[in-house]
């Protein structure tokens, strides 16, 4: 049984108050969804962005995702319908709510993950190996690819055997990232400890007081310890 947490924190330096990622999980039966959104900080709506982009995908998989198989095709698909449907609901006026976007589902066997722009989600398989899913490479003078941008395409990864999945937006990056690589001295640590909600606030609050967090910040995780979730916004 996989279980599933995660928390949020916003930035330090807000002017407009208000945290901008969104992020949920849940699941079908045996198959899980992870979603987390990242709202573009000089937009005025993203918050709303991000918050439709992860229910939108909710709803998608609830309706319908589920029953696919867990490939990469699968979640490229969800995330296409799901920039397809973001660009129909606000219309002219998308740029306004534009947010970074990763999704992965997993069975206990399976997994698959689809990202646009800088959040990620990283995947441990029972080898001992990790699968990074990011986008970075349209980043320039701070700036990055959009859900909403135009043009932009999935960066998709798919694997077998999971054992623990996470997914984030790049606020997390100045503390789990070295040199752009995964870094493995964080994340063994993130495995070997963390198994419910209060361990992801307790690391922000470490980050916090060490002036690492810089932006708002998400992290939900997924470990194969522990029992089933229901469906959580965060």
């Given at each position: 049984m996989w279980n599933v947490f995660g928390a949020s924190y916003p930035s330090p330096y807000h002017t407009h108050g208000e945290n901008q990622d969104y992020s949920g999980f849940t699941q079908v039966g045996d198959v899980h969804l992870i979603v987390v959104a990242d709202g573009a900080g000089s937009c005025p709506l993203s918050r709303v962005g991000a918050e439709y982009a992860v229910n939108r995908t909710i709803s998608l998989f609830k309706s319908d995702y589920h029953m696919r198989d867990v490939t990469g095709d699968t979640v490229s698909a969800l995330t296409t319908q799901v920039r397809a449907d973001f660009l129909e609901t606000f219309g002219e006026d998308h740029k306004a709510y534009s947010c970074t976007f990763?999704?992965?589902?997993?069975?206990?066997?399976?997994?698959?993950?689809?990202?646009?722009?800088?959040?990620?989600?990283?995947?441990?398989?029972?080898?001992?190996?990790?699968?990074?899913?990011?986008?970075?490479?349209?980043?320039?003078?701070?700036?990055?690819?959009?859900?909403?941008?135009?043009?932009?395409?999935?960066?998709?990864?798919?694997?077998?055997?999971?054992?623990?999945?996470?997914?984030?937006?790049?606020?997390?990056?100045?503390?789990?990232?070295?040199n752009n690589v995964p870094f493995t001295g964080f994340w063994g640590g993130v495995q070997e400890v963390f198994t419910e909600q209060a361990h992801v606030e307790q690391l922000f609050t470490d980050m916090a007081a060490k002036s690492r967090v810089m932006d708002d910040t998400t992290l939900v995780c997924a470990t194969v310890r522990g029992g089933g979730n229901d469906e959580t916004h965060c």
């Open positions: 990763t999704v992965t589902m997993f069975t206990e066997r399976r997994w698959a993950a689809a990202t646009i722009g800088d959040a990620f989600s990283i995947v441990f398989d029972a080898t001992g190996g990790y699968t990074y899913v990011s986008d970075d490479s349209g980043e320039y003078v701070n700036e990055t690819v959009f859900l909403n941008s135009k043009g932009a395409s999935p960066t998709v990864a798919d694997g077998d055997d999971p054992v623990f999945i996470a997914a984030a937006t790049d606020g997390l990056k100045n503390v789990a990232l070295e």
